[in-house]
């Protein structure tokens, strides 16, 4: 999600006479765009501030934004604790990143008639956005796409309603809200004449996207018809609740060969004690069993998880229970997390666990995952996978792609392959891609 608003901050820059550079040095903007689901996140923000002060010393007219919500939480106090920030602003105000500019400019103007100088200019601050107000924009502005990759994000659904005990996401981003088909159509189809022939769509709680005008349709309805987007050959969606995961969008994965056999659907913990306390409504039993389904629909899927270790109350046998819920399910891939207790959650004021006994619970549930990543990959030695090549390698005459399944791929072509779909022979698998040889070439 804050990939796609980066790409989004990209595009209103764009149109404001900016245009992107590779490094920091070369820039006469930078914007760090920021997360807070676990903690550190201001503290890993004010380390690159003062990273960031060193190159502003050198060119007083360079401009330092914070976006997302480290922003939102730490509004002007992040002016006095960093004076050299220039620009504060909450998730999804990009939109009003020319105005803000605006602003600072006369800010600056003011300081330099002031002071002979601007160093004293005042920040500009965007924190409070009237939820409509923000999704209209948000919505209703057309992109200008700047498209780089055949592989493109589309955000459909924005904020969460389900109220995970540990999570700080439904009051950083709000009530759930879905985006209207024939807005996301027309992106898509936009996006598609550009080249792109990749979608992801996005939201925090992607598979509780609906849309009541024309009948109350699911994602899965929604996937059917952009499935028949001229120029769209694979689809993807992230990231589902499984309480969302109907039987429509089952069907979709049976029915579809453009929603590519890839799944990250989060399950956070194994023991059913524990997910009661999370508050997130369903038991082990209850995923393995859509699991289940989900595999019988498009046996193929590769499956993909986020876990928490050392939730308040977690026992010795609760962590078992994850580590069962595992072996049973395999996963082709999944993050790990030990848990963070957020200000303002309702686990956070529970009694917390220690710090050593969740990391050595992390590490065992750390290595399990990856074992099952490694066997993933190596399964599809000597096998042969479409490929659709994104970019180019860091090492020279080398070209990276992706598999149906999310792995990254790397063969040696030239730029020609970028943007195409292309069987490639797996020659090697490593812990997180694949190398392989495109056939026919
Ligand atoms: N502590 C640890 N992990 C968290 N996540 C969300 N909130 C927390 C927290 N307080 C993880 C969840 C979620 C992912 C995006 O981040 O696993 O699925
Ligand atoms: Fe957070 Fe996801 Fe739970 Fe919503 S469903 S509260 S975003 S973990």
């Known amino acids: 999600m804050n990939v796609y608003d980066s790409e989004r901050m990209g595009e209103a820059l764009n149109a404001a006479g900016y245009q992107s550079v590779n490094v920091p040095d070369e820039a006469d ?5 920021t997360c807070h689901i676990r903690e550190k996140a201001a503290e ?70 002031e002071n002979g100088h601007i160093k004293k200019a005042k920040g500009v601050v965007r924190t409070s956005f009237p939820a409509e107000e923000k999704f209209a924009t948000l919505f209703e502005t057309p992109r200008q796409p700047l498209v780089r990759s055949p592989a493109a994000f589309v955000t459909v659904q924005e904020g969460c309603d389900k109220f995970c005990t540990f999570c700080v996401v439904p009051y950083t981003r709000g009530a759930e809200v879905s985006r209207a ?27 509780a996207w609906h849309d009541e005008a024309g009948g109350d349709i699911g994602l899965g309805q929604l996937l059917r018809r952009l499935a028949e987007v001229a120029g769209i050959e694979r689809l993807r969606y992230t990231t589902s609740h499984p309480r969302d995961m109907d039987e429509a969008l089952i069907e979709a994965h049976a029915d579809l060969p453009e929603l590519m056999p890839y799944l990250h659907l989060p399950v956070q913990a194994g023991s059913d004690k524990i997910l009661k306390a999370m508050n997130r409504k369903h038991t082990a039993a209850d995923y393995i069993k859509l699991v289940e389904r989900i595999r019988e629909a498009r046996p193929d899927i590769a499956l993909s998880s986020d876990f928490i270790v050392g939730f308040p109350g977690e026992t010795e046998e609760d ?50 995952l990856n074992a099952q990543q490694v066997h993933f990959n190596k399964a599809q030695t000597d096998e042969t996978l ?23 791929v790397h063969v040696d072509a030239d730029e020609t392959v970028i943007g195409k779909i292309l069987p490639v022979k797996i020659t090697k698998a490593h812990a997180n891609s694949l190398s392989g040889e495109i056939l026919g070439s």
């Open 44 to 113: 890993k923000v004010y380390s690159e501030l003062g990273r960031l002060k060193k190159l502003k010393d050198t060119n007083e007219d360079m401009i330092i934004g914070v976006a997302g919500c480290v922003a939102q939480a730490e509004g002007e106090e992040m002016l006095a604790r960093a004076p050299t920030v220039d620009l504060v602003f909450g998730p999804q105000t990009f939109q009003a990143l020319p105005d803000m500019l605006d602003e600072l400019a006369d800010n600056r103007a003011d300081a330099l008639a």
């Open 181 to 207: 088909a024939v807005e996301i159509e027309a992106e898509i189809i936009s996006l598609a004449q550009k080249g792109v022939s990749e979608i992801t769509l996005l939201g925090q709680n992607v598979n």
């Open 386 to 408: 479409d490929v659709l090549f994104e970019k180019q390698g860091k090492k020279p005459g080398q070209m990276v792609g992706r598999s149906p399944y999310l792995q990254t």
């Open 319 to 368: 962590f078992t229970a994850t580590l069962d819920l595992v072996k049973q399910v395999t996963y082709a891939q999944a993050y790990s997390f030990k848990y963070s207790p957020r200000p303002g959650t309702p686990a956070s004021e529970d009694p917390q666990i220690e710090e050593d006994v969740k990391s050595e619970r992390l590490a065992r549930l750390q290595e399990l």
């Open 29 to 33: 903007m930078v914007i760090l765009n």
